[in-house]
């Protein structure tokens, strides 16, 4: 997937702002981190330390995790590794976890307003 189309992903969701974190890309709601690239071009995307277990185990080659993020609940994704569909669904995930709650209540499936 590209970095464009990963983007287009991210900005999708309400209240969603871009800038930056460690000059790189990044994404915000109401002003949490969910996402952001590194220098390298992998995404770094919140997540919980189970759902980062499950995912590095299904699939190492897309997802993976270096020391500094042992300890946080992070995941770092190769782009180019993972399918549009998956990552959707974990950039929507990432959003959830980091979105106050009154904005969570107010969307629907894919951010759509309910």
Same mark, same amino acid.
């Given at each position: 997937m590209s970095y464009e189309a990963m983007r287009r992903l991210a900005l999708a969701l309400p209240g969603v702002e871009? $800038? &930056?974190?460690? $000059? &790189? =890309?990044?994404?915000?709601?109401? $002003?949490?981190? /969910?996402?952001?690239? %590194?220098?390298? $071009? @992998? #995404?770094? #995307?919140?997540?919980? #330390?189970?759902? %980062?277990? %499950?995912?590095?185990?299904?699939?190492?080659?897309? /997802? !993976?995790? &270096?020391?500094? !993020? #042992? @300890? !946080? =609940?992070w995941v770092l994704v190769r782009l180019s590794n993972v399918r549009r569909d998956r990552l959707r669904a974990l950039i929507d995930s990432a959003w959830q976890r980091s979105a106050p709650k009154t904005l969570r209540a107010d969307v629907g499936p894919r951010g759509k307003k309910a």
């Open positions: 871009e $800038g &930056t974190c460690y $000059g &790189t =890309p990044a994404w915000r709601v109401a $002003g949490k981190l /969910f996402a952001r690239l %590194r220098e390298d $071009g @992998a #995404l770094v #995307l919140r997540t919980d #330390l189970d759902e %980062r277990e %499950r995912l590095m185990s299904s699939d190492p080659e897309a /997802f !993976y995790v &270096t020391d500094h !993020y #042992l @300890a !946080y =609940p």
